[in-house]
């Protein structure tokens, strides 16, 4: 560390460093009030400031005088106010209007209803409107134009045509903005040094650093605009992919046990397995043994649609590690999900003395003390469990493998805190939401990637059908044909508060009009998240058993839940699940050998709303409906905004940006290969940014 640390002295020299450090009252044109405003934005120095892109644009490229005026065209216009008027103030209609004068002509601007634009204007004041201009009789008019107020030197300006738009706080204008990192800009745009070699500049035809901080915050046109963002685009995606990169080679490093699955082992496991492998799991197998084989960790995500056999995969690597003697855990995001895995491992291991339990959070304390204190001792072999098996106080004896169920509804970070200290584990993830290979890529670029492709043999693609309000009564019919067939159902509505106030019926709700109506001659149960877990396992039991047949649910039900007698769902306020959950939900039926049912039923919604779920009730493939979400929706809703815990990128959008993440990730793989440290002089400024940005969110400790 000692040795790295000088260099990056070296090579980040010490005045550019410096100079960006200026405390941000000391520029030029900011002072201290304007600077105390400043921090509540957290910028804070010269630097600070000089990064602070703007948010947006206003797009003003069509400046004419007065004279040059046309109709039907977005048309801004530069003057001094000459006349402000209001007319019918107090109630009813009232009128502010302002003449503006240029030396070509006068022009009139109006806002009806807003009184309160009177007392933002004054003779004398420079403004530039933007608006469609009308002209009625002799007078040019605009109707509720953008302004923008202008300082005196301002109206001489060269006409300026994309204008930014800054992050503000109350007391700032978007004018003194401006003008603050236009001085910044000027003072400082060529202080910082270009963090990208050379070489990659010409590769990429990527705008060296000064050009584009001057083009992000003053473009010239459209193009100086895009070609400045595609600079930091790709410098932030680039480096995010380092941080994979290196995250990823450092765990090579790592050592983990070997456990072969030897084929004595592998015949005694299978021997164990209810059915017939598909290819796909077999394949799976295959490359999961492979990896638990070697002396590093496996780390390794394991993707198939929902129903695609993925936890026969994780029962197989749990069994090898604990062959080995070694233990195994087990996480799943539900306790619901966690029990039912217990559940299938003790049905698989009926005859064995493979020693399991299952540790939840809300388990009374001296069940969980006597569990913790078996785990330390290595008296259990695997435990299964929500993350309350990496609360700090759990501590395997010799922890060998760890799958973790429905990656994606954990985050990134809890991987580390399963580390141990000898050794360590071999990591094996799972996911039923497809992710898109974008943010596979970005979010799990260090992981290596198993996809189930098929369903088991037999299986039929689940029927499902929009329910508009007027059908409703069909469906139920429907379902209650199925459940006098000897079937069972789920009815899953959102969980609404009762203080919010939307119009979607609440799970508490729906069960009560179900149990009272449609479904009343079926036997029903409630489960939600807020029930004790006992209540809730009572329900499941239930459930399992028969006893219940109607299950109304949240979606706690929505991953991994298998009851193979349940067939037909029926999704209440559709409108409000992303695409990935409603395949989720659906994928809970028709996963034994009769067919299953979906109906999504749809109130008031937008036409992109019920375009979404129509395009759900048109496609039976994960893959394409998670990739139709990421696209209509973003990916905001694929991973809940915090939850794959890296730091929010500032300007590149994953979706949008697409292209250039592939080619950054490319590159950055490749600039790790040569240089896995980022050791090179060259290297050392882009490293620096990445240990600043990701080193504690990814764990990537001090680096080589
Ligand atoms: P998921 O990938 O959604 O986690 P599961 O592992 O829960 O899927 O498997 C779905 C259902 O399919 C389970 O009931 C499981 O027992 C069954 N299953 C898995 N693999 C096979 C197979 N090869 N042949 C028949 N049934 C299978
Ligand atoms: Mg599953």
């Not at 009806?112 to 009789?137: C, D, V, Y």
């Not at 040019?140 to 930014?164: C, F, G, I, N, Y």
């Not at 855990?329 to 491992?345: D, F, G, N, S, Y």
């Amino acid at each position: 560390m000692q040795a790295d640390s000088e260099s990056s002295v070296r090579a980040e020299p010490r005045d550019a460093k410096r100079l960006l450090a200026v405390p941000i009252e000391s520029v030029r044109v900011v002072g201290e009030r304007r600077a105390r405003l400043l921090r509540r934005l957290e910028l804070r120095t010269a630097g600070d400031l000089l990064f602070n892109f703007p948010r947006d644009y206003q797009d003003l490229s069509d400046e004419r005088t007065i004279a040059e005026l046309e109709e039907g065209e977005l048309i801004s216009v530069r003057g001094t106010v000459a006349e402000v008027a209001t007319s019918g103030s107090g109630f009813g209609k009232s009128r502010v209007a302002i003449l503006l004068a240029d030396e070509t002509g006068q022009l009139r601007a109006t806002w009806f209803n807003q009184p309160f634009m009177a007392k933002r204007f004054s003779e004398g004041q420079h403004l530039l409107l933007t608006a469609k201009p009308k002209q009625r009789g002799m007078m040019w008019e605009m109707s509720h134009p953008q302004v923008t107020w202008l300082a005196a030197e301002e109206l001489a300006d060269e006409p300026r045509k994309l204008l930014p738009v800054y992050s503000l706080t109350e007391g700032l204008s978007q004018y003194h903005m401006r003008r603050m990192v236009e001085a910044v800009v000027e003072e400082f745009a060529d202080v910082p040094e270009e963090v990208f070699p050379q070489s990659l500049l010409s590769k990429y035809q990527l705008s060296p650093l000064t050009q584009a901080l001057h083009d992000i915050h003053h473009p010239e046109d459209q193009e100086a605009l895009d070609s400045a963002r595609r600079r930091f685009v790709f410098q932030e995606l680039f480096v995010l992919q380092l941080a994979v990169s290196i995250r990823r080679g450092q765990q090579r490093e790592l050592s983990a046990p070997e456990l072969l699955a030897s084929a004595k082992i592998d015949a005694r496991i299978r021997r164990l397995l209810p059915f017939e492998l598909t290819a796909s799991q077999d394949a799976a197998i295959r490359e999961v043994a492979a990896d638990m084989a070697l002396d590093r960790p496996m780390n390794r995500l394991l993707q198939g649609d929902v129903g695609s056999g993925k936890t026969i995969v994780a029962l197989y690597a749990l069994l090898v590690a604990v062959a080995h003697g070694c233990q195994a855990a087990l996480m799943a995001p539900t306790e619901i999900l966690a029990r039912q895995h217990a559940k299938t491992l003790a049905s698989l291991l009926e005859a064995s003395r493979v020693r399991f339990a299952v540790l939840t959070g809300g388990m009374p304390k001296r069940e969980r003390d006597d569990l913790l204190q078996k785990i330390t001792a290595g008296e259990l072999d695997v435990v299964l469990g929500t993350h309350a098996i990496i609360q700090e106080d759990v501590r395997f004896k010799n922890l060998g493998l760890v799958v973790v169920d429905e990656q994606h509804k954990f985050g990134v970070r809890q991987r580390a805190a399963l580390r141990q200290e000898e050794h360590s584990p071999h990591y094996l993830v799972m996911t039923a939401t497809p992710i898109p290979r974008t943010l596979t890529m970005t979010l799990f670029g260090d992981l290596d990637v198993s996809t189930l492709r098929e369903l088991p043999a037999g299986r039929q693609p689940v029927n499902t059908y929009l329910i508009e309000a007027d059908r409703q009564a069909t469906w139920w019919q429907f379902v209650r044909d199925r459940l006098r067939e000897g079937r069972q159902a789920y009815v899953v509505a959102p969980l609404v508060d009762e203080s919010e106030n939307i119009a979607a019926p609440s799970v508490a709700q729906a069960f009560e009009q179900l149990t009272n109506g449609e479904l009343e001659a079926f036997r029903t149960g409630l489960l939600h998240g807020r029930m004790s877990s006992a209540e809730k396992q009572q329900t499941m039991a239930d459930f399992h058993a028969g006893k219940i047949q109607v299950l109304v649910s949240t979606t706690v039900i929505e991953v991994g839940v298998d009851v193979s007698n349940a067939t037909v769902m029926t999704v209440s306020g559709a409108e409000r699940f992303g695409l990935a959950q409603l395949h989720q939900l659906r994928g809970r039926v028709g996963r034994g050998k009769h067919p299953g049912f979906c109906g999504v039923l749809i109130g008031e919604t937008s036409d992109r709303g019920r375009e979404r779920i129509e395009a759900f009730s048109n496609s039976t493939d994960g893959f394409a409906l998670a990739e139709l979400d990421f696209e209509m929706r973003g990916p905001g809703d694929l991973f809940g905004t915090q939850q794959h815990g890296l730091p929010p990128l500032r300007i590149a959008d994953l979706q949008r940006d697409r292209e250039l993440l592939e080619e950054a990730r490319r590159e950055a793989q490749l600039l790790v290969a040569a240089d896995p440290g980022l050791k090179h002089e060259n290297h050392a400024r882009l490293r620096s940014q990445m240990l600043i940005r990701y080193g504690k969110a990814l764990d990537l400790g001090d680096v080589g």
